[in-house]
Each structure stands twice: as C-alpha cells, then as structure tokens.
C-alpha cells in the first residue's frame, strides 16, 4: 500500500542565508553550539523541515533522489528523457557515493536549464544529532558527525558541478529538528516531500503513476532516479500526460522555495 503522506510540524518561518551552502557556522562551531541539544522529534515531518511549497505556490515540484552505493549508481536515462521531453522541470537530490560515481552525469543534470540538482547527503545516513536510526541505517551519531553529512557533500557538489545546492535531504528522508537546525544554518533548507511517488523505487509502475497523479498545486514529490529497473519512469511517463491535460504546471524548488 502506498505510504500515507507526512503531515508537517508547524515551525516559525527561519532566516536563510544569503549565500546558498555557506558556512554560517564552521564544524568547531557547530559541535559547541549544539553540543548540549536533545531534540524531541525524529521523522519524516519534524519542525523545520520543509514538506510543501508555499501557500502561494501555483505548481507541483517533482524530486528525485539519486543515493549511490550497492546498485544504486545508475541513472534512469528513460526518465528524465520523459522529463526532457515533456519539458518538465524537476530537482535531483544526489548523493556524494553517485556524484563520484558518476560526475559527468552529475555536471549533465546540473548544467541543463531545466534541472536543478540538491544535496542528498555524503553516506547516505539519516540525520541525526543521537545516532537515531531508520529503516535499519543508523543515523548520524552527533552533531560533527550531522555537519559532515550535509557539508562534504556540499564540498563534492561544488567540485564536480560548479554549484552550490540550496536544499538538502538526508539518507532516508529523516531527520530530527536538531538536525535541521543545523541544516538551515549551515544555509540549506531542509526538504522533504507531500507526495511518495514510488517508495525508494519499489512501486509498480501503476502505482506510482496514481502516486504522482495524485499531486496538486504545492506539494513536493519524492521519487529515485537512480534504479532504471523500477517501475518509476513507466509510471511517471503515464502520469505526467494525464497531469498536464489536468492543467498542471511544474516547478524546481528554486523557483518557489519552501521554508
């Protein structure tokens, strides 16, 4: 069955910095100014992390994450030839074990107008500040260990494309609001989504074409671009015909970004 949608925390809207992915705070510093902190929360849809795009938002934002690691270092060319094709702007959260494995791949995404590519994290780990765990993957044990997560792969972003993403999403999509915080001052916004497309690419296609057929204006869809054998690009090319004969638009989280 398809997961139920998180259902976000209300936060007060936090100050971004100027400069996407600067060091507001250095390692040192993060490490003393959450030292002492134990968060209350640990999730998909913990305060300050994003889950929808604005109110204001007219369109739908499609993400797919690219993790790397053990047979998850391909790209599925059939679907962003889909994206291509229908002219359907999308971000790609990637993961520094894919970017490495495929940097040519990653500057290719980062350099087409229509894309924009994210930080999906260095290992792949949930992000933490206690070594919380999901899905069997043991978080991030403490707050140098969350600064390593989100800002080596920054770094690795920056070599490989030239870019310096705006938005982050951990390994697994969890986060605890600790964490967060640390995110939106190391100047990334925290994402996650309204919308499982295809349950970390393990839907049939059909389901993750109702999945995606069920979006509206201002959600955030999650789905993976890095298993081409999964049902995902069958099941998007099936819905996005129908979406945009619904008079759906698309948007990449830069062009309307959720705070």
């Given at each position: 069955?398809?997961k139920?949608?998180?259902?976000?925390?209300?936060?007060?809207?936090?100050?971004?910095?100027?400069?996407?992915?600067?060091?507001?705070?250095?390692?040192?510093?993060?490490?003393?100014?959450?030292?002492?902190?134990?968060?209350?929360?640990?999730?998909?849809?913990?305060?300050?992390?994003?889950?929808?795009?604005?109110?204001?938002?007219?369109?739908?934002a499609?993400?797919?994450?690219?993790?790397?690691?053990?047979?998850?270092?391909?790209?599925?060319?059939?679907?962003?030839?889909?994206?291509?094709?229908?002219?359907?702007?999308?971000?790609?959260?990637?993961?520094?074990?894919?970017?490495?494995?495929?940097?040519?791949l990653?500057?290719?995404?980062?350099?087409?107008p229509?894309?924009?590519?994210?930080n999906?994290?260095?290992?792949?780990?949930?992000?933490s500040?206690?070594?919380?765990?999901?899905?069997?993957?043991?978080?991030?044990?403490?707050?140098?260990?969350?600064?390593?997560?989100v800002?080596?792969?920054?770094?690795?972003?920056?070599?490989?494309?030239?870019?310096?993403?705006?938005?982050?999403?951990?390994?697994?999509?969890?986060?605890?609001?600790?964490?967060a915080?640390?995110?939106?001052?190391?100047?990334?916004?925290?994402?996650?989504?309204?919308?499982?497309?295809?349950?970390?690419?393990?839907?049939?296609?059909?389901?993750?074409?109702?999945?995606?057929?069920?979006?509206?204006?201002?959600?955030?869809?999650?789905?993976?671009?890095?298993?081409?054998?999964?049902?995902?690009?069958?099941?998007?090319?099936?819905?996005?015909?129908?979406?945009?004969?619904?008079?759906?638009?698309?948007?990449?989280?830069?062009?309307?970004?959720?705070?």
């Amino acid at each position: 069955m398809p997961k139920p949608r998180p259902t976000a925390t209300a936060s007060p809207e936090p100050e971004i910095s100027a400069e996407a992915g600067s060091r507001s705070l250095t390692r040192d510093q993060v490490v003393e100014t959450y030292r002492d902190r134990v968060p209350a929360h640990w999730g998909l849809a913990v305060p300050g992390v994003a889950t929808t795009l604005p109110p204001k938002a007219a369109g739908i934002a499609l993400t797919f994450d690219c993790c790397g690691g053990p047979g998850g270092e391909s790209l599925d060319h059939d679907l962003v030839n889909v994206l291509r094709t229908n002219q359907i702007p999308a971000t790609f959260f990637l993961n520094a074990r894919w970017v490495r494995a495929n940097p040519g791949l990653a500057s290719g995404l980062a350099a087409d107008p229509l894309f924009e590519v994210a930080n999906h994290g260095t290992r792949h780990l949930p992000l933490s500040v206690s070594g919380n765990s999901a899905y069997g993957i043991p978080g991030t044990a403490n707050p140098g260990e969350a600064y390593d997560e989100v800002m080596t792969n920054q770094d690795v972003l920056g070599e490989v494309t030239g870019t310096q993403p705006r938005f982050f999403r951990s390994g697994t999509a969890h986060f605890d609001e600790v964490a967060a915080e640390i995110v939106r001052d190391l100047g990334l916004i925290p994402v996650n989504f309204s919308v499982n497309g295809d349950a970390g690419a393990s839907f049939p296609a059909g389901t993750v074409s109702a999945q995606f057929r069920s979006a509206t204006a201002g959600d955030i869809v999650i789905a993976h671009a890095n298993r081409p054998d999964s049902g995902t690009a069958g099941g998007v090319a099936h819905a996005i015909p129908a979406l945009l004969a619904q008079g759906a638009t698309f948007l990449r989280l830069s062009d309307m970004p959720p705070v």
